[in-house]
């Protein structure tokens, strides 16, 4: 059974950083597997904050956290981060991370192409 639990949220000042893991089991070959990060904040549809490749070498990001977020993975640990910089208000929401098996260099910025989601983890900036 593919499980994937997040971990690290928390509340913070605006400016603030945290860092926010996806630890996975069940799946046998985790490098096989792009990865992403979502969040969704109250009253709001839940929408994509950024992508991993299956390899690791190919990122991409919401222009809303651009510069300020970082995503990557540990395959040892079958563990992906989500390094948060520079947190505003705005930030403020539950992120989910989700898992899609991948045949190459893809990624997946639809939430509907993931079959496989975390149950979240609480994100709340205050001004």
């Known amino acids: 059974q593919v499980q994937l639990v997040e971990s690290g949220g928390g509340s913070v000042q605006d400016g603030g950083s945290l860092r926010l893991s996806c630890t996975t089991s069940?799946?046998?070959?985790?490098?096989?597997?792009?990865m992403g990060w979502f969040r969704q904040a109250p009253g709001k549809e839940r929408e994509f904050v950024a992508v991993?490749?299956?390899?690791?070498?190919?990122?991409d990001y919401a222009d809303s956290v651009k510069g300020r977020f970082a995503i990557s993975r540990d395959y040892a640990e079958n563990t992906m981060y989500l390094q948060m910089n520079s947190l505003k208000p705005e930030d403020t929401a539950a992120y989910y991370c989700?898992?899609?098996?991948?045949?190459?260099?893809?990624?997946?910025?639809?939430?509907?192409?993931?079959?496989?989601w975390g149950q979240g983890t609480q994100v709340t900036v205050s001004s």
């Open positions: 991993i490749s299956r390899s690791g070498a190919m990122t």
């Open positions: 069940g799946i046998t070959f985790i490098s096989s597997y792009a």
């Open positions: 989700a898992a899609k098996w991948s045949a190459g260099i893809v990624l997946y910025k639809g939430q509907s192409e993931y079959p496989y």
